[in-house]
């Protein structure tokens, strides 16, 4: 009598081992990728920051990522973007504190570009602009908003106008 041999796996065995491994493979990449990511296969984060863990503007810093800002400038969080809370020029990523308002690109901050600033720079005085409307009552051209000029009306008052 003859011993017969056992098969195992059949014709399509090869076939079959090739797609396993082109599957653990392909699970491989985005186990890798999604952790790339920073988020898990089910998406969620895989590492989440503790809000408590980040620093206020003022406090001393290393790297941007310590601040609630996103921002370390000189060692120091900064308030980041125009309109932020700020109390000296330093606290601004951008532009200069508005010593009036207390928010980074308020009324006569320090600027050189329009980009620094809320409602423009006056380009010269280097100030921030204000934000008096058209006809509305001022004493200097860095009162108003954008590209209009403090000047005497027809009743001798100075309004912003064009």
């Not at 011993?3 to 399509?12: A, S």
């Not at 599957?23 to 988020?39: E, K, N, P, R």
């Not at 969620?44 to 810093?61: A, D, Q, W």
């Not at 969080?77 to 951008?94: E, H, P, Q, V, W």
């Amino acid at each position: 009598m003859a011993k017969e041999k056992k098969v195992i796996c059949g014709p399509n065995c090869n076939q079959a081992k090739f797609y396993i491994v082109a599957l653990v493979l392909v699970v491989g990449v985005v186990a890798i990728f999604s952790m790339y990511l920073g988020v898990s296969l089910t998406g969620n984060p895989i590492l989440e920051k503790n809000v408590e863990s980040y620093k206020s503007s003022g406090e001393r810093c290393i790297k941007n990522e310590e601040c609630e800002s996103n921002s370390c400038i000189n060692n120091k969080c900064t308030g980041g973007a125009k309109g932020a809370g700020c109390a000296a020029n330093d606290d601004c990523a951008i532009g200069g504190c508005s010593r009036t308002e207390g928010i980074c690109g308020g009324y006569k901050a320090r600027c050189y570009s329009d980009a620094e600033c809320i409602n423009g720079c006056d380009e010269n005085q280097r100030v921030c602009k204000g934000i008096k409307q058209i006809n509305e009552e001022c004493n200097d051209d860095v009162e108003c908003i954008g590209n209009l000029r403090c000047r005497s009306n027809v009743n001798n008052f100075k309004v912003c106008t064009y």
